[in-house]
């Protein structure tokens, strides 16, 4: 096929039905997919870089609102000095290599995390595209970087707790809409799906908080083979599911 022909090709569709606002991506199998191919952990992370431009795409093209993926966990930080640079290097090239796509895409660029320990270079580029992309609507696209639910959930405990001391807050008005106010994704539609991928069970201290009543669908594919047909299955499967936040089944599909 032609380049012309490959870059004019439809971008690959979703079944008509609903489609979730917020979908969150737990990457998970980088390492795996490299040992299986005898390559190094370094090679599976750039292929998992490919697989991000990917799904954000699709996800943009399907109508998704919101694309959440988990890119640098705070716990990632104890990895191999030569893994977190690689890492870091990953992303900063990514920033400079998909800026025009995010920008001609409507998609806006978010940050989610302690951004404050991302080498400077990497948090200037990601800023710099934050501020530029800031009024675009077709899709919000989040990456979580250095991020920690626990952390958050501390950090907005911590936020609330100087208010309190300030006098500003009385103890009894903290509820979950303060909480929720303090939260990265405090301006982003509730989150309805997690996705993770390479068959491990497990929130990995990824969105905590918002986690409460989204869907969870786990596929055995590691994150570099994640592609649209994976993505589709695991929007289809959540299609299936009967969302009850707390209700019961008759009272949700109603008289
Ligand atoms: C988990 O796989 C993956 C990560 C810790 C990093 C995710 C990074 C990317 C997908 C590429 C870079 C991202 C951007 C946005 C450019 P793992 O290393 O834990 O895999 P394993 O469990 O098989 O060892």
């Known amino acids: 096929m032609a380049l012309e022909d490959l870059q004019a090709a439809p971008a690959p569709?979703?079944?008509?039905?609903?489609?979730?606002?917020?979908?969150?991506?737990?990457?998970?199998?980088?390492?795996?997919?490299?040992?299986n191919r005898g390559l190094s952990r370094l090679q599976g992370h750039a292929e998992g870089a490919k697989a991000v431009r990917t799904i954000t795409t699709t996800a943009?093209?399907?109508?998704?609102a919101a694309l959440t993926l988990y890119a640098f966990s705070m716990?990632?930080?104890?990895?191999?000095?030569?893994?977190?640079?690689?890492?870091?290097?990953?992303?900063f090239d990514y920033?400079?290599?998909?800026?025009?796509?995010?920008?001609?895409?409507?998609?806006?660029?978010?940050?989610?995390?302690?951004?404050?320990?991302?080498?400077?270079?990497?948090?200037?580029?990601?800023?710099?595209?934050?501020?530029?992309?800031?009024?675009?609507?077709?899709?919000v696209l989040?990456?979580?970087?250095?991020?920690?639910?626990?952390?958050?959930?501390?950090?907005a405990?911590?936020?609330?707790?100087r208010r309190v001391a300030a006098g500003e807050v009385a103890p009894g008005a903290i509820d979950e809409a303060m909480l929720e106010a303090f939260m990265f994704t405090k301006d982003l539609p509730p989150l309805d799906l997690?996705?993770?991928?390479?068959?491990?069970?497990?929130?990995?201290?990824f969105l905590l908080w918002q986690a409460?009543?989204?869907?969870l669908v786990v596929t055995d594919v590691l994150w570099p083979d994640f592609g649209p047909s994976t993505f589709f299955d695991c929007i289809e499967t959540y299609r299936r599911r009967e969302r009850r936040f707390g209700l019961t089944g008759a009272q949700v599909q109603g008289p």
């Open 13 to 35: 569709r979703l079944a008509p039905g609903p489609v979730p606002r917020h979908v969150a991506i737990i990457m998970d199998g980088n390492g795996r997919w490299a040992k």
């Open 60 to 64: 943009r093209e399907n109508g998704i």
């Open 75 to 91: 716990q990632n930080w104890q990895r191999p000095d030569e893994e977190v640079d690689h890492l870091m290097t990953l992303l």
């Open 95 to 139: 920033l400079d290599m998909e800026r025009a796509t995010i920008l001609d895409n409507g998609i806006r660029l978010k940050a989610l995390g302690q951004l404050e320990r991302l080498p400077g270079n990497v948090r200037d580029r990601l800023r710099r595209l934050e501020q530029d992309s800031a009024s675009n609507k077709a899709m």
């Open 142 to 155: 989040s990456l979580a970087l250095s991020y920690g639910g626990r952390e958050e959930i501390v950090a």
């Open 157 to 161: 405990c911590q936020a609330i707790a």
């Open 194 to 205: 997690i996705v993770r991928t390479s068959g491990e069970m497990r929130l990995s201290n």
């Open 212 to 215: 409460a009543y989204a869907e």
